[in-house]
T-cell receptor, first 115, second 110 residues
């Protein structure tokens, strides 16, 4: 069974631009969550989508948004990029959603650098 | 969500058994304890999960005392490849967002 895939793996943008990251979950998984990881803040939850609906949201500004398609693939968008948005963005999928009981399967991440 | 506390870092040597303890004093009745492992520039990977007593799988054991206010991840005979960050999470299947915390940075020395 194929794992979680994320594209692109690396991305360089400049301040003020916008970016779209893509995540394909494991087949059959309906929940997709997004995380931002930085050396200073660690792993922070962005949001979760389940069956095309946003079900949970972390404490990030509205510049961070996402969506999920009917095939469970998900995209996240960051508008008006800031230097502080440089991070590893991780996507995770699970059968039943977030909730610590449910095993999360993580992708390799997208490394975003904002110049 | 129950708050967890774990050591920031630990060092050990190849071939040793490593125990990482996580404190979760306000764990709720429905909460499970889950551990993830993360290598640099990769996503976390599920290691083990338990509710009470002891759970063992092919890579680790998880010890949970009767009061469930702490838990210990045990890695037998570690190797250099076990150098990673280990996260302890406590929660239920209720759909709340997962909070990873800072984790424990384990460094295995030759």
């Amino acid at each position: 069974k194929a794992g979680v895939t994320q594209t692109p793996r690396y991305l360089i943008k400049t301040r003020g631009q916008q970016v779209t990251l893509s995540c394909s979950p494991i087949s059959g998984h309906r929940s997709v969550s997004w995380y931002q990881q930085t050396p200073g803040q660690g792993l922070q939850f962005l949001f979760e989508y389940f069956s095309e609906t946003q079900r949970n949201k972390g404490n990030f500004p509205g510049r961070f948004s996402g969506r999920q398609f009917s095939n469970s693939r998900s995209e996240m968008n960051v508008s008006t990029l800031e230097l502080g948005d440089s991070a590893l963005y991780l996507c995770a999928s699970s059968l039943a959603g977030t909730g610590t009981y449910n095993e999360q399967f993580f992708g390799p991440g997208t490394r975003l650098t904002v110049l | 969500l129950a708050k967890t506390t774990q050591p920031i870092s630990m060092d050990s040597y190849e071939g040793q058994e490593v125990n990482i303890t996580c404190s979760h004093n306000n764990i709720a009745t429905n909460d499970y304890i889950t551990w993830y492992q993360q290598f640099p520039s990769q996503g976390p990977r599920f290691i083990i999960q338990g509710y009470k007593t002891k759970v063992t799988n092919e890579v680790a054991s998880l010890f949970i005392p009767a009061d469930r206010k702490s838990s210990t991840l045990s890695l037998p005979r570690v190797s250099l490849s076990d150098t990673a960050v280990y996260y302890c999470l406590v929660g239920d299947a209720g759909g709340d967002k997962i909070i990873f915390g800072k984790g424990t940075r384990l460094h295995i020395l030759p």
